[in-house]
């Protein structure tokens, strides 16, 4: 869940010159203040500017939802969960290639701190936005709806200048301000530490290193994957179970899949990178040209001329591995706005030297349009000039494959 700060534009961003598409791994954007191309959601990420990173000590007692090896409330259990919440973190912190990362910017995560108050996180009653990044296992929210395990909510700027409570000015438009992760405490759900999750008592628990590490990510700005193995599909695994491996000293992004990999590439870079360097870009179009003409037009001047919502993925010929995943949808030129529909996509960050597989299939699988509404709906606004509507993805065609040359 997401909410755009509203304040007076100080600066513009320039954006690029040719039309971007929608970018490998779906990432969460926001609209600029006065109009414009959708802007990744994003870190500033800088030395000066650590991300500042807490969690809430307040936890559920009765019953007790948060499992540990150590005794509940004892001081070893919060350090067991200060260490899984860590673990989780160091997941993302240990991928190569990016500038989200140890060697690139030693220190950028900085330490982890702790409140005691239960609702240190953005509360539905209270709207606390304090600018602060906070995790909270005991605190009710209107989110919690049915089957909701835990939940994420950013807040982005929409401006330079852009801040709010204790986050320092934005510097572009897209820029992470406010993160605060929600588990629920209801007693509906139980959440076990790695420890505890092998012990006979969590067998009916659920990770919270898996869920953590799926959190963190819509931290980092993304959305969710449709890719099955990926730590950013909607589902979480089932109780007694984890995704991936377990993170180590010599594979700290063990549980990630090369999707969740890839992803984070697309989104902080490592300009200095050379082996994450290739891309394929193309539509997603249907054989018959007019079988899109009889849908509303999103916008003045625009149309639908493409696939919008269809999964692409691109797989590496010789392991089979799902390298990198994409929702077709759209370009954008950032000197002739509005958005066109068109069934752009663009797997970027690719690792070269290696021969690829392209599929694209409807997205009817466990995870539908629905997971991915808060994505779609982030490229309109009442920001967007001119306003525009987001059609509905389409799931109604069947791929086939062309004979090659």
């Given at each position: 869940m997401k909410r755009t700060l509203a304040i007076a534009t100080v600066f513009f961003i320039l954006a690029a010159s040719w039309p971007p598409p929608a970018s490998a791994y779906l990432a969460d954007t926001t609209i600029p203040q006065g109009g414009g191309c959708p802007q990744l959601d994003r870190w500033n990420l800088s030395v000066a500017s650590p991300l500042n990173r807490r969690w809430s000590t307040s936890l559920p007692s009765t019953p007790q939802t948060v499992l540990t090896l150590?005794?509940?409330?004892?001081?070893?259990?919060?350090?067991?969960?200060?260490?899984?919440i860590s673990d989780s973190f160091g997941v993302w912190y240990g991928v190569s290639g990016t500038t989200f990362n140890a060697t690139t910017y030693p220190g950028l995560i900085?330490?982890?701190?702790?409140?005691?108050?239960?609702?240190?996180?953005?509360?539905?009653?209270?709207?606390?936005?304090?600018?602060?990044?906070?995790?909270?296992?005991?605190?009710?929210?209107?989110?919690?709806?049915?089957?909701?395990?835990?939940?994420?909510?950013?807040?982005?700027?929409?401006?330079?200048?852009?801040?709010?409570?204790?986050?320092?000015?934005?510097?572009?438009?897209?820029?992470i301000l406010d993160a605060d992760t929600l588990f629920r405490?209801?007693?509906q759900a139980t959440f076990a530490t790695p420890g505890a999750l092998a012990a006979p008592a969590g067998v009916?628990?659920?990770?919270?290193?898996?869920?953590?590490?799926?959190?963190?990510?819509?931290?980092?700005?993304?959305?969710?994957?449709?890719?099955?193995?990926?730590?950013?599909?909607?589902f979480a695994p089932p109780p007694g179970q984890f995704l991936g491996d377990r993170p180590t000293a010599q594979i700290p992004d063990g549980p990630l899949a090369d999707d969740d990999?890839?992803?984070?590439?697309?989104?902080?870079?490592?300009?200095?990178?050379?082996?994450?360097?290739?891309?394929?870009?193309?539509?997603?179009?249907?054989?018959?040209?007019?079988?899109?003409?009889?849908?509303p037009s999103p916008s003045p001047g625009s149309f639908v001329t493409g696939i919008f919502g269809a999964q692409v993925v691109a797989v590496d010929a010789s392991t089979g591995a799902v390298i990198a995943g994409a929702l077709s949808g759209w370009s954008c030129n950032a000197s002739s706005p509005p958005l066109q529909f068109d069934g752009s996509y663009d797997l970027a960050r690719l690792p070269v030297g290696h021969s690829y597989v392209l599929y694209a299939e409807p997205l009817s699988g466990l995870a539908g349009p629905g997971d991915f509404s808060v994505a779609f709906s982030d490229f309109c606004s009442a920001n967007a000039a001119p306003p525009c509507t987001t059609p509905a993805a389409n799931t109604n065609f069947n791929a086939r494959i062309l004979p090659g040359p």
């Open positions: 150590a005794s509940a409330g004892s001081g070893a259990q919060i350090t067991e969960i200060a260490q899984a900085g330490p982890l701190g702790q409140v005691s108050a239960a609702n240190s996180c953005t509360d539905d009653q209270q709207n606390n936005v304090d600018g602060l990044n906070t995790i909270c296992f005991n605190e009710p929210s209107e989110g919690f709806t049915s089957g909701v395990l835990a939940f994420t909510r950013i807040l982005t700027a929409n401006s330079p200048g852009a801040s709010v409570g204790s986050s320092a000015p934005a510097s572009f438009a897209g820029q405490g209801d007693g009916g628990a659920y990770d919270l290193e898996s869920l953590l590490t799926h959190e963190i990510g819509h931290w980092l700005g993304f959305d969710h994957s449709a890719v099955w193995r990926a730590i950013m599909f909607p990999r890839t992803g984070i590439r697309v989104l902080y870079p490592d300009p200095n990178d050379a082996v994450n360097v290739g891309e394929i870009r193309g539509r997603v179009v249907p054989a018959n040209p007019f079988a899109l003409a009889l849908l």
